[in-house]
């Protein structure tokens, strides 16, 4: 019988030398867990790893990771998945699994397609409604690091790990503690997935959107009319259309589907040479094979009950520009698997609060919130550039209240200018930012200079909104056979609990189809 592990070892040690001493005779081992530690280094503490390894010694085996699929055959009307980042792929993949084919319906184009249309928009501001940062194949999560760390405890977490190894990710993947795939190799990871569903017998269709989802009148689903002037009939819709599809948002209320205002956040992008996150993280062990340093900093102002705190950290990363309106500026981090960028770069958002911060009489009074930042953020960029270059402020200066004469060089594709951030951002999150940096500051001495720099506004950390579901059945609380998924419909945060929930969503309705 296998024996399971746990144990720390310097950054330096070998680890098969730790198990030779240790377990003599030991025939294989697989970890399970490796997370670095490295709190405490900048004050001279020895980083160290954190391991949860699996030793099995001569005659015995290892356990097997995989599942077992049975063989259930497709569902009377095939299923419909609007979206294929990747809580729509995922659902997808899970399906078929048990040899159930489904329809994707993807509003933007291929990756290495999409990709042609987003360099276009950073460099000469020809912006695509369909092909952008958050909109085509692979959705936000293409552009969004491959960072997939998550908070979510859920069986079909090292199900989705495994997979992503599969599909080529590093085997690495499905162990280390926040493992990251970057950006450059999720795209192709995508393209994987997507041909191994085709090969399954899924549907796939690029460049049209649905332009109305189809309901009897008992308010269940009856199938969907798309852009082209096709209708699609199934009796089983997967809403997977990611945070940033504001025309689902507007048709859903429309239809009188339940839905309710979330909270969320918002702030900035601050960037940093990674130089300097770096030695403030790793102090004298700088120079050791640690790869590029993250962090994470929380603050909260007990007052007026308001939160300020960094967000999908990007070490050795990019700024990018990724809105979806050809009239709003919107701001996200991204880092490739290499993370050796010269730049660091994190969120900064502050809580806003549904019913405090906007009211309750719209349900989209989120959305527009945020609609009304990323305007403010263009009309500058339009008054003091070209409308595609991003308004940008030395930290210091920001704390001082100066817009900053000159800026330092950036990581951001699309250029930047400087600007007076406190004229695009709500003062409540202007304050709650200064409030924060101080704080920060004092945590990570140093963090807090006049080289780093404020990039505006950062918008999208979540949906605006949650698509009201049963817990039991994962179907809209309104509207039967509609399947609110990921995290566009306020149930995921990021690549891993998005897939995640498309898994959940999937297994629901093989529940319901096949009475299992």
Not at 54 to 67: C, D, K
Request: one cysteine or more.
């Amino acid at each position: 019988m296998s024996k399971i592990t746990n144990f720390k070892l310097d950054y330096d040690q070998d680890l098969e030398f730790y198990l030779n001493k240790n377990f003599p005779g030991f025939a294989d081992y697989r970890i399970h867990n490796k997370a670095l530690d490295a709190r405490g280094a900048n004050r001279g503490k020895k980083p160290i790893y954190n391991f949860k390894v699996e030793i099995i010694y001569p005659g015995e085996e290892f356990a097997a990771y995989r599942e077992q699929f049975n063989f259930l055959d497709n569902f009377s009307k095939t299923p419909i998945i609007i979206g294929a980042g990747p809580a729509g792929l995922f659902c997808a993949l899970r399906l078929a699994e048990y040899g159930i084919k489904s329809i994707i319906i993807e509003r933007g184009d291929r990756a290495h397609n999409r990709m042609k249309h987003i360099a276009r928009f950073w460099r000469y501001n020809e912006f695509d409604d369909d092909n952008n940062v958050c909109f085509g194949e692979g959705g936000a999560g293409l552009f969004s690091d491959g960072k997939l760390i998550t908070r979510i405890k859920s069986p079909y977490v090292q199900y989705v790990m495994n997979r992503f190894v599969d599909f080529g990710a590093p085997p690495e993947t499905a162990y280390v503690s926040n493992p990251h795939l970057g950006s450059n190799k999720i795209r192709g990871l995508i393209k994987q997935i997507t041909d191994h569903l085709k090969e399954k017998g899924c549907e796939i269709h690029y460049n049209v959107k649905v332009d109305e989802i189809l309901f009897e009148d008992d308010k269940k689903v009856a199938g969907v009319k798309l852009s082209d002037g096709r209708t699609l009939e199934s009796n089983n819709v997967v809403l997977a259309t990611g945070h940033s599809a504001k025309e689902i948002y507007y048709h859903l209320k429309e239809k009188e589907v339940a839905m309710e205002p979330k909270d969320f956040a918002v702030g900035v992008r601050i960037e940093h040479r990674r130089s300097q996150v770096d030695f403030l993280q790793y102090g004298r062990f700088v120079q050791e094979d640690l790869g590029a340093a993250r962090y994470k900093l929380t603050y909260h102002n007990k007052n007026v009950d308001k939160g300020t705190y960094s967000f999908c950290m990007c070490p050795g990363g990019y700024v990018l520009s990724s809105g979806t309106d050809a009239d709003g500026i919107v701001v996200n981090g991204m880092s490739n698997f290499a993370r050796n960028s010269p730049w660091s770069n994190s969120a900064l958002v502050v809580s806003v609060n549904a019913g405090k911060d906007f009211g309750l009489d719209d349900v989209l009074n989120g959305h527009y919130f945020q609609r009304e930042i990323e305007k403010k953020a263009y009309e500058a960029s339009l008054a003091n550039a070209s409308g595609k270059e991003i308004p940008s402020q030395r930290v210091q200066d920001f704390l001082d209240g100066r817009v900053s004469k000159d800026l330092p060089k950036t990581s951001c594709p699309s250029g930047i200018f400087s600007h007076n951030l406190t004229t695009i951002l709500p003062e409540f999150i202007a304050q709650g930012l200064r409030e924060g940096l101080e704080s920060f500051d004092k945590k990570m001495k140093g963090f807090v200079n006049n080289d780093a720099l404020l990039l505006a506004p950062e918008t999208r950390t979540s949906a605006p909104v949650t698509i009201k579901r049963s817990r039991a059945t994962f179907e809209s609380d309104s509207h039967k056979g509609l399947y609110p998924c990921g995290e566009g419909a306020g149930y995921a945060g990021g690549i891993t609990s998005a897939a995640v929930d498309g898994v959940k969503v999937a297994m629901a309705m093989i529940r319901k189809e096949k009475n299992i």
